[in-house]
């Protein structure tokens, strides 16, 4: 299983960003696909979730309206546009992966990506 994040980089504020997560190793069309981040000192947070079974999309209030994370899955990627970027959406991004077990549709094994550092600064 491989998770390459790509995308980061320096914006302003008010800026955009799209990083993408390209997928490999698992089926990627029946995984939870979601986007994490940490900024320096604190916890890793989630910033969205897309569940492939049940379809939902849910995201944390602080980037409600802001962010979108959509997937392809004729190229197993997964993206997250980023919008109106402010300076605390600054941290290292991390892509994660549910895969469903087999036999145990209910139960994940989770994989992480790298990680693709975003700084929102003038």
């Known amino acids: 299983v491989q998770l390459v994040e790509s995308g980061g980089g320096l914006v302003q504020p008010g800026g955009s960003l799209r990083l993408s997560c390209a997928a490999s190793?698992?089926?990627?069309?029946?995984?939870?696909m979601s986007w994490y981040r940490q900024s320096a000192g604190k916890e890793r947070d989630l910033v969205a979730i897309?569940?492939?079974?049940?379809?939902?999309?849910d995201y944390a209030d602080s980037v409600m309206g802001r962010f979108t994370l959509n997937r392809d899955n004729a190229k197993s990627t997964v993206y997250l546009q980023m919008n109106s970027l402010k300076p605390e959406d600054t941290a290292v991004y991390f892509c994660?992966?549910?895969?469903?077990?087999?036999?145990?549709?209910?139960?994940?094994?989770?994989?992480w990506g790298q990680g693709t550092q975003v700084t929102v600064s003038s």
């Open positions: 190793g698992f089926a990627f069309s029946s995984a939870d």
């Open positions: 897309m569940r492939s079974a049940a379809g939902t999309t």
């Open positions: 994660k992966a549910g895969v469903p077990v087999m036999g145990r549709p209910t139960l994940r094994t989770y994989y």
